[in-house]
């Protein structure tokens, strides 16, 4: 009787997380659309502003060619150091976990920024955000990454 007491709910629990399955393409589509809101909020806002916005407080960025920074606050003080570059993305694919708590989003981005000469410059490439759903069911990036490519294909 007392084993019954102690294996009867850890087989209701068992029970009830097999049967809580996530849609995953319909996860996938809403995140994707998170991420298309986090890029048209840089588009209107800038890019420093999005980040504050869409990134974990323990957020990592992994900059191409630079040292990691650690945490939201360091984050968007390195992007104010150069508030004239702009920074635009189009989301590409989201895929997230089984139990919808995490996931990731990939696609390609520009930057633009003027130049000491005063020409303007562009540069391309392509990104990583790894998300993690917050207790409150809000998506925050909690690793971004993206590194330089050609140009895109005319």
Known sequence: MRYIKIIFPMIVMVALVGCTKVNKEEASMQLLNVDREFAQMSQQ?????????YLAENALELPN????INGRDSIYASMQEDPEVTLLWEPQEAVVSALDDMGYTWGTYTASWKGADGTMKTSYGKYLNVWRKQDDG????????????PPPAE
Do not use: I, L, R
């Not at 060619?65 to 990691?68: M, N, S, Y």
């Open 65 to 68: 060619g630079a040292h990691p």
């Open 138 to 149: 809000t998506w925050k990036v909690v690793v971004d990454m993206g590194n330089q490519s």
């Open 45 to 53: 806002k800038g890019a420093a502003e999005a980040f504050k916005a």
